[in-house]
């Protein structure tokens, strides 16, 4: 059964020099990296895609280092790798769409990391018994068990969400 996760990355600065290129603060970096271990502990996805803003670049990069070293890949110079997808960064649904249908049919597990509100939104669309999620905060985590990847939006389960504070 694959698994779907769908990310919104973790608090970031209040302001940058542009807002594609606004950082984690402090907590969100701790929150990355709660995260981070608990979706390589878990489920460790074999395909991470983000948004090509930075901060979200900076929040599936804890996930992907966490998965390499829960498999012990650092060491290898091979393992997870994030792959950004700058439709995200202010795409709609039908963008995100897109990146799911672009995960491979042998893949067991994908992790997709973006922005608010479109992530509650594409939770909502995937899975309307579910609705739009009214208060997806910085690192929230929708997460799919599927039967398998020919799911069709609107046929999802009810997701598990989580979050993390970053403690």
Known sequence: ??????????????????DFERSLNAKGLAQAVEAGA???ERWSPDVAIA???????QTGQAVVEA??????????????????????????????????????????CAYIV????????VVGHLSPATGVPGAFRPSSLAV??????????GQYPEPEIRVFLGT
């Open 38 to 40: 608990e979706v390589a």
């Open 1 to 18: 059964m694959p698994v779907l996760i769908l990310a919104r990355h973790a608090k970031a600065e209040a302001e940058g020099p542009t």
């Open 114 to 121: 973006g922005h608010q509100p479109t992530v509650a939104e």
């Open 51 to 57: 948004s090509a803003a930075r901060r979200t670049v």
């Open 67 to 108: 998965v390499n070293r829960h498999n012990g890949e650092p060491e290898s110079g091979q393992g997870l790798e994030l792959r950004q997808d700058g439709a995200l960064y202010q795409g709609g649904v039908e963008d995100w769409l897109d990146a799911i249908n672009s995960i491979p049919a042998e893949s067991t």
């Open 144 to 153: 799919f068990e599927l039967e398998s990847w020919d799911v069709e939006p």
